[in-house]
């Protein structure tokens, strides 16, 4: 079982930049592949960025491709999401997930955090 808790969201203009948090509870976070996921009011929830469990291997979808970076620090159980040049559309819940794959479909990871609020103004 894998716990997962975000943080670091927040309100900021367009162009700014905000960095979230993903600390997860348990030994194992280690072994999972980690993802962010973002959901906007009245649509689903739709594939962020995504980090092997080794951190070689990084996906991002193409919307923020050279503005978001994703990391992961083992040894603190930490997953980051780095955003740049935020921009109004990027305004949603961000949630961090854990699983197997790297899938970008949203069902197939096993684990979720609570989520937490960015809000891009103009």
């Known amino acids: 079982q894998v716990q997962l808790v975000e943080s670091g969201g927040g309100l900021v203009q367009a162009g700014g930049s905000l960095r979230l948090s993903c600390v997860a509870s348990?030994?194992?976070?280690?072994?999972?592949?980690m993802g962010w996921f973002r959901q906007a009011p009245g649509k689903e929830r739709a594939f962020v960025a995504s980090i092997s469990w080794s951190g070689v291997s990084t996906y991002y979808t193409d919307s923020v491709k050279g503005r978001f970076t994703i990391s992961r620090d083992n040894a603190k159980n930490t997953v980051y999401l780095q955003m740049n040049s935020l921009k109004p559309e990027d305004t949603a819940v961000y949630y961090c997930?854990?699983?197997?794959?790297?899938?970008?479909?949203?069902?197939?990871?096993?684990?979720w955090g609570q989520g937490t609020q960015v809000t891009v103004s103009y």
């Open positions: 348990g030994r194992t976070f280690s072994r999972y592949n």
């Open positions: 997930a854990a699983g197997d794959g790297t899938t970008i479909t949203a069902t197939l990871w096993h684990y």
